[in-house]
């Protein structure tokens, strides 16, 4: 299955990142993007991912201001069920 992450340099933390995730939600791997799509100022646009069928993932992608979206979803027969969803106030993390 493919996703779009959205990511925009300038907001939230300016991280924008798909990782696999065990069932307590710990981090396994970060998947690097398949393509990525600028769009015509180079700093926002989306990065595209597949992710593997009967897998957990974390999604982080530019929300708001200071705040990123964190999203746990699952891929059950082809189809994204989203389990958890919040903002992460990256604004605290920056250095």
Do not use: C
Not at 34 to 48: C, F, N, V
Not at 67 to 72: A, E, G, N, P
């Amino acid at each position: 299955m493919e996703i779009e992450v959205y990511f925009n340099e300038y907001k939230g933390s300016g991280k924008h990142w798909v990782a696999e995730i065990d069932r307590n939600n710990q981090i396994i791997k970060f998947l690097k993007p398949k393509r990525i799509e600028y769009d015509k100022s180079q700093y926002k646009g989306i990065k595209i991912y597949d992710l593997e069928n009967g897998k957990r993932y974390m999604i982080n992608e530019a929300h708001t201001g200071s705040y990123d979206l964190r999203q746990i979803v699952s891929i059950l027969n082809d189809k994204l069920d989203v389990l958890n969803k919040y903002e992460f106030n990256s604004s605290r993390y920056k250095k």
